[in-house]
């Protein structure tokens, strides 16, 4: 039984005055509402509704994760262009956007990323009163800590460049690190002793879920469909200009096709034969078990490639760098938490007894450079926001709202202009790999 | 105080605690007792105590549900130990057991007010509110963050404990001790291979140990004939946590002679997984009072505890563990109250109860007074092994549980409940089948499949009448789910991730099924296409300590590197090595290499043997200047790089004999090269002869530089060091403080006079030694990295990875002398053409003086032109002991590359100063005077 | 963790290996294309499904390994030494890289 039969069967609230009550705008979450709804036990309104696949649509956007939604929710907001299908294989939030360990900051290495990932922040700052979803964002602080020489000059370089674009981010020594995190050991025992870290007070964590399905509300509510189980098959194109898509529901015209499918990127660039230099890698992630609250930052340690968050129902969470092998399966290995938990012990030794829950791998659709493919390509209408590799999370605003000024005006905001495919060829690398290989 | 509802009562057959040896525990800080053998939660049990622990969101009370290791209501603190499974840890003398998750006290806990808002705390909850004033949303966060469920996290300090692991490779490795494994097991035994026997509990049996007297039997007889097979190696509670890749499983052994986990990893023939089945809640409303329990929860208390878990009960069974169960607890003096037969279609309506069960509310109204209330309403297939193999589970209406589906490959079997019904001997017969298979398998025979066991049909259970948890350690209730599919989460990903069910410590091993069946009944699906249950792993918990083992990162040091420590070298970590940073001076240090002579431990060296006819192709294509022509006893220095025409690395590389050369590189690149070396002849140029050997650690090295360094080394040598018979860029062997076959070259990283040597590795500190010894009137002493690093700044020449950087092409590095762009092919080669067409319109690698001289710009400091806009940085500075002034070199924009620019630096505290580019990147001895001496 | 087949040592584990790239690219140094050689630097097939690649048996015989794994499943269905005809008897023209 495919997904729409399934989903005819759900009774929708009645006609007239659901349509009313869509077209005063999705159900204001408040705590008068919350309190309202308890006492009187009644049901909140369907979130996203369910639609019947459209012949055309002004822009098909391929892949519900935060970029594709954030992209449909700025058309419509910001440009009034609401007649947009996001289409998703899965469900939304099923690739990287419901998978990742939600790590939002800005203190990348280059000018143009530390600009654009700011942006981010900045929009991310507001997205709970933008979409009237709360999406939990913590500014709880980030530390990425330097082991070693060539680290802590990393560190320094970012710290001095974050500071020229007004970003708050410094090296510290080791005994503020104890003084900020009481449980990382900072003594000079371990093999690689901390020296210092980069110091990011803005950056902390977010619920990843929240984000996508505030996005995906508020796009619904503003008339864009998404479509989930809905998978692309191909990209029609006629003289180098795109003209739709194939799906497993059914053909689609529409004029404008984003790619915004991560780590399946490749496949969706390969069915308009559009090169592009990715590789797809898995990034895996675990939890413990929950215990009370004892981290007070996200700490990163790129020599030792882990990093770890607790989350305020006490889980750990822990990811590190990607797996060492291109892959598109998403099975964990054991290689993987035996390496983090042996160098969370090195940083924290005294929770060797907390137990790990649960863990996962998503793909990600690594670069040479870890920056990001934005922008048009060479067929007409065919556009990409991709190459997220591990760090695509806290880019989804920003993405979104570029992707969106693009589609709308035609021309390539400012923002995301370092960041076209052209600059493979050109040998214009926006190397990001210091600042982004294991702290994404 | 009234009669406790539950308390021990006289010895079981099958009973596995040792009333000859009592234990003493506190629970709480009041102390009790206990027998070994007991579990916490037994013991706790045996003294009347009921309530366990408070839930995650309500903080209401909870007792023992299914008394096993995914019990979700039984986690409990032992010592500074959070989070134990208190229905599945035996207890040892003195345990300190405490309450989690409640404040003050688990009689008393005030967050219980939770469950008087909880009609407002649906799923999405805070989704939905905390949105308006943001500034507020912190506050709210931290007051959140205090409702964490589990226990408290060890205090830091101390170590990260003793953990273990232990490599395995068993042709046959059976996952759960149940009939069907152990005759498995024993099957495979008999065929010859190696067994690993993995049980979870801490007796294998299953549940033939709490099944009366006939499984008892059936028990003793499979015990006998395992012991009677040396080849099968039995783990107790011990649980195979993973599934991976070819075979490569994952045990965690909980309990033996160390005292915490240790973790098996295993690659396994054959992996017959036989868990069982697990025991399915029932959800209605009070489902979570303490007196509700499972049928195998009440059969595990009493049959292996002597544990009565209640006076007065009531019964819901829909099969023979249900029906079991009203016998064993007759017999053992519980009243039996009702008994509701679910196969016939009546239910049960609700527990009633405050804070423990009180009556049982029946479909027709009536309310029975009662203590407990047992449900049997069928079972769940914990497939996740199978899951992680690549099975995607179909759930079978007419059973009502999941089965696995074709999808298995050959290496993974199963037996037992997971895949079917049947009697004791049935059970048997098939894992022997499947043990002969697996053993057969694991030796490369020909797959041939098992015939299956039959399925029983049994009624289709998942909720009453009335709503209630579904999900214990989440707080999540039946309802939930209903108002998740209504608000469009409705397929089960979405459901799952709103509710948050399944997320918990059971890992959904309780509830999935109950959530899949209630999603379905929400959106008018059937459980088969709302999807199938897929488990992540790991199928258990594991402790962070089992999976990190000990701590073990090797340390690579030279042979001279305890003499430096005697000698108060403060230790720099660089990479793997550890080497001196300095004896104390670093400055002073630098000086006397300048006046006199030092000497510095550069052992970390990349050092490479090469020999063969083709060397020399090897050499041109790896390095971008030329090596045609270099003559035997010479050495050239060279610059590597990538194929982006990125620099990766430096060194110099010496001619020994006709064929023969010896290449060094930096010490943190040495691997790199090496593989570098290897791709280049093994992919693109199999027909090169070239014999790489490396020999980095073969010999020590030594660095002697100063003007004092020839006199120094002439006193120990046998080579002659006049400059006219070794010049610079030579290279000579021969004895050195009568060590033979040394190799010596004269280079000059420091800009001095100096000599490079490398002798056999175990006579290195033998040559460090004498040349200080026989030097002292030389005024020869050790220096540092650090000093190294202040004399090559002096000179100006640039470190691979601190002066250049991850995009660093060798124009932008001032490396263009060194690229011969006519060579045929180097790695790089189109990539420098192109940089040097843009005739210096790329960044620079430049010297630079600050215009007030005290002033050193700490590395990293920007260069900027008007406000903010990066042009560049400064990638060293040190102030300068030879000049007694700051000095820096900086990567700087093409246009202000030029000698002569004026820079803005801004330095770290946001100050800005101004710099001026030299003509030179030396900062001294810019004609090499000293260096050629 | 998947097992590799070194055709010099036996079946590994796939940690003692380092990943060295898709096998088969054309290296042209002659090109005047800036186009055309960073397409061989950083152009990846990246394909879901069956890929031909190159493997270094790091801790083991340090030898370069052709393969043809399934990036879905991680299965491989052939494993030589770099440079060897494929499986379908298809050569790299010994640019294994
Ligand atoms: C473990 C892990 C941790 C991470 N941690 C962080 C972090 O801390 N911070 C951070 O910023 N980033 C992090 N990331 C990266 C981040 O998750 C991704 O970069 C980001 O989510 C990408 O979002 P997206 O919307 O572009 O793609 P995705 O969310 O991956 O969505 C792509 C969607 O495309 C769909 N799709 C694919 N093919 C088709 C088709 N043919 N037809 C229709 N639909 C299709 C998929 O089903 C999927 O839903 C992490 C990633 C992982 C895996
Ligand atoms: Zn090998």
């Known amino acids: 039984m495919s997904h729409a039969e399934s989903v005819a069967s759900i009774k929708e609230p009645g006609g007239a005055q659901a349509r009313r009550r869509r077209s005063r705008g999705p159900a204001r979450y408040s705590a008068l509402d919350i309190f309202r709804r308890g006492v009187t036990n009644s049901d909140w309104p369907r979130s996203f509704r369910q639609h019947d696949l459209a012949k055309s649509y002004d822009v098909v956007i391929i892949g519900a994760g935060v970029h594709g939604l954030a992209c449909a929710y700025y058309l419509a907001a910001n440009h009034g262009i609401t007649n947009v299908a996001v289409l998703d294989k899965s469900y939304m939030g099923g690739g990287g956007s419901g998978r990742n360990t939600a790590i939002i900051r800005s203190n990348y290495l280059t000018p143009e990323g530390v600009r654009f990932y700011d942006r981010s922040v900045v929009l991310y700052q507001n997205l709970a009163a933008d979409l009237n979803y709360n999406v939990m964002f913590s500014q709880r602080g980030h530390l990425t800590l330097a082991h070693t020489d060539a680290s802590l000059r990393t560190m320094n370089w970012r710290a001095e460049v974050n500071k020229l674009q007004g970003i708050n981010s410094s090296v510290i020594d080791a005994a503020e690190v104890g003084r900020i995190v009481k449980y990382l050991d900072v003594s000079d025992r371990p093999r690689y002793p901390i020296l210092g870290a980069l110091y990011h007070p803005p950056g902390g964590i977010i619920r990843h879920d929240a984000v996508n399905w505030g996005y995906a509300r508020a796009a619904d509510h503003l008339g864009v469909q998404i479509h989930q189980q809905t998978e692309v098959l191909g990209i029609e194109t006629a003289g180098g200009k795109v003209t739709g898509v194939r799906t497993n529901r059914g053909a689609i015209s529409a004029p404008i096709v984003v790619n915004c499918t991560a780590g399946w990127a490749t496949t969706i660039s390969d069915m308009v034969d559009v090169k592009m230099p990715l590789i797809t890698h898995p990034l895996q992630a675990a939890v413990t078990e929950p215990v009370k609250v004892f981290l007070p930052t996200v700490i990163v340690s790129g020599s030792l490639h882990v990093y770890v968050s607790q989350t305020d129902r006490g889980e750990l969470v822990f990811g590190a760098s990607v797996d060492p092998y291109p892959s598109y399966s998403m099975r964990g290995s054991l290689e993987f938490t035996e390496s983090v938990a042996s160098h969370i012990l090195e940083l924290i030794p005294s929770i060797g007894s907390l137990k790990v829950l649960r863990q996962w791998a998503g793909l990600c659709d690594m670069t040479p450079d870890y920056s990001p493919i934005m922008g048009v390509t060479p067929v007409d209408g065919f556009l990409v926001d991709v190459g997220w590799g591990t760090y695509g999370f806290k880019a989804g605003p920003v993405s979104g709202e570029a992707m969106a000024a693009l589609i709308a005006t035609g021309r390539v905001p400012e923002i995301i202009s370092a960041f076209d495919l052209a600059r493979f060829a050109d040998g214009r690398l926006v190397g990001e790999k210091g600042a982004a290989s294991v702290g994404h | 105080m009234s009669k406790p509802v539950s308390s021990r009562i006289n010895s079981q057959s099958g009973e596995v605690i040792d009333r000859t040896k009592p234990i003493n525990f506190t629970w709480n800080g009041q102390p009790l007792t206990a027998y070994e053998g007991d579990t916490i939660v037994s013991a706790l049990m045996a003294s009347g105590v009921q309530v366990i622990s408070r839930s995650f969101k309500y903080h209401r009370p909870r007792g023992v549900l299914s008394a096993s290791y995914v019990d979700p209501n039984c986690s409990v603190t032992v010592s500074d130990e959070p989070n134990v499974r208190g229905a599945h840890r035996r207890l040892r003398e003195g345990d300190d057991v405490r309450a989690q998750n409640a404040w003050p006290s688990l009689k008393l806990d005030v967050r219980a007010v939770n469950q008087l808002v909880g009609r407002f705390l649906g799923p999405g909850f805070y989704y939905k509110t905390f949105i308006k004033p943001q500034f507020l949303w912190p506050s709210y966060q931290k007051v959140l963050s205090r409702f964490a469920p589990g226990g408290s996290p060890p205090a830091p300090g101390g170590g990260h404990g003793n953990f273990d692991k232990r490599y395995t490779h068993p042709d046959v490795l059976v996952a759960g001790a149940g009939p069907a494994g152990i005759a498995a097991a024993i099957e495979a035994a008999r065929a010859g291979v190696k067994v690993m026997l993995v049980e979870e509990e801490y007796e294998i049996g299953g549940h033939l140990r709490y099944g009366g007297p006939e499984a008892l039997a059936a028990l003793a007889a499979l015990r006998a004939e395992v012991n009677s097979y040396h080849n099968i190696e039995v783990l107790t509670d011990s649980v195979v946590t993973g599934r991976y890749d070819d075979n490569w499983v994952a045990v965690v052994q909980r309990s033996g002679v160390w005292s915490h986990e240790r973790l098996i990893k295993a690659r396994v023939g054959t992996l017959v997984v036989a868990p069982g089945l697990i025991e399915r809640p029932y959800v209605f409303a009070g489902n979570d009072l303490p007196g509700v329990m499972l049928s195998t929860a009440a059969m595990r208390l009493l049959e292996l505890h002597a544990v009565r878990p209640g006076t007065r009960a009531v019964i819901l069974t829909a099969n023979t563990s249900g029906d079991e169960a009203v016998e064993r607890l007759r017999s053992a003096g519980v009243e039996i109250a009702l008994v509701i037969d679910a196969r016939t279609g009546v239910t049960l309506r609700r527990a009633i109860g405050r804070g423990r069960l009180k009556a049982v509310e029946c479909a027709d109204g009536t309310k029975i007074p009662a203590d407990l209330l047992i449900t049997a309403t069928g079972w769940t297939a914990p497939t996740s092994l199978l899951n992680m193999a690549g099975d995607r589970p179909i759930w079978d209406p007419v059973a009502a549980r999941f089965f696995p589906s074709e999808l298995i490959p050959p290496s993974v079997m199963a037996t037992g409940g997971i895949v079917g019904d049947g009697t004791i001997d049935q059970l048997i017969k098939h894992g022997r089948a499947v043990g002969a298979e697996a053993a057969a398998r694991a030796t490369g025979a020909t797959p041939t499949p098992v015939p299956p066991l039959t399925r029983e049909a049994h009624p289709a259970l998942f909720h009453g009448p009335t709503t209630g948890f579904l999900d214990f350690s989440e707080d999540v209730k039946s309802k939930d789910i209903m108002a998740a599919v209504k608000e469009g989460y409705d397929s089960a990903e979405l459901a799952k991730r709103f509710t948050t069910s399944g997320m918990g410590t059971s890992q959904g091993k309780l509830e999935n099924v109950n959530a899949m069946a209630i999603l379905a009944e929400a959106t008018g699906r059937d459980l088969e296409s709302t999807g199938t249950t897929i488990w992540r792993p790991p199928y258990a918990p594991i402790s962070l300590g089992a999976l990190a083992g000990r701590a073990f990162d090797p340390v690579r040091i030279s042979p001279m590197q305890p003499w430096h420590v005697e000698h108060g070298a403060v230790p720099l970590i660089a990479g793997q090595w550890i080497r001196p940073e300095h004896y104390g001076d670093p400055s002073a240090e630098a000086q006397n290499v300048r006046t006199h002579v030092g000497i510095i431990d550069v052992t970390p060296l990349g050092k490479i043997d090469l020999q063969g006819p083709d060397v020399v192709k090897l050499l041109n294509l790896v390095y971008t200047n030329n090596w045609d022509n270099l003559q035997i006893g010479s050495v050239r220095y060279g610059v590597m790089c990538a194929e982006d025409g990125v620099v990766m690395d430096d060194g110099v590389t010496a001619r020994l004999g006709t064929n023969h050369y010896l290449m060094t590189t930096t010490s943190s690149g040495a691997a790199t090269v090496w593989e570098t070396l290897e791709m280049w002849l093994q992919t693109s140029h199999p027909d090169w002869s070239v014999n790489v050997t490396p020999v980095t650690t073969a010999m020590a090295s030594i660095n002697i530089a100063g003007p004092n360094s020839r006199e120094l080394l002439g006193r120990l040598t046998d080579i002659d060091l006049s400059p006219e018979a070794f010049g610079y860029m030579k290279v000579r062997t021969g004895s050195i403080a009568g060590v033979p076959d040394c190799v010596v070259w004269r280079i000059g990283f420091t800009g001095e006079l100096s000599y490079e040597i490398h002798v056999p590795a175990s006579f290195g500190l033998h040559v460090w030694e004498t040349l200080l010894s026989v030097g002292a009137d030389l005024g020869v002493s050790p220096f540092g990295v650090e000093a190294q690093r202040i004399l090559r700044l002096e000179k100006g020449h640039l470190i691979v990875g601190q002066d250049t950087d991850g995009l660093t092409k060798a124009y932008e590095a001032g490396l263009g002398p060194l690229v011969k762009l006519g060579k045929d092919d180097f790695s790089g080669l189109p990539e420098l053409r192109w940089q040097e067409s843009l005739a210096g319109a790329h960044s620079q690698l430049v010297a630079i003086e600050t215009t007030d001289p005290q002033l050193v710009p700490p590395e990293a400091s920007q260069l900027v032109v008007g406000m903010a806009e990066i042009v560049g940085r400064i990638t060293s500075s040190r102030m300068s002991p030879t000049l007694k002034r700051s000095i820096a070199l900086a990567r700087v924009s093409g246009e202000l590359s030029v000698p002569g620019s004026r820079l803005t630096i801004v330095l770290p505290n946001g100050s800005r100063a101004e710099a001026v580019v030299r003509e030179n990147l030396s900062f001294i001895d810019p004609e090499g005077v000293r260096l050629h001496g | ?97």
């Not at chain 3, 370069?64 to 023209?93: I, K, M, Y």
């Open chain 3, 1 to 97: 963790m998947i097992l590799i087949d070194c055709p010099y040592c036996g079946p590994r584990n796939s940690t003692e290996f380092r990943h060295a790239g898709e096998a088969g690219k054309k290296r042209d140094v002659t090109t005047n294309d800036p186009a055309v050689w960073r397409r061989y630097l950083y152009q990846q097939d990246n394909p879901l499904g069956w890929v031909r690649e190159n493997w270094f048996h790091t801790a083991g015989c340090r030898q370069f390994l052709c393969a043809e794994r399934n990036t879905q499943t991680n299965e491989f269905r052939w494993v030589a030494p770099a440079g060897s005809p494929g499986p379908d008897g298809a050569s790299d023209n010994g640019s294994a890289r």
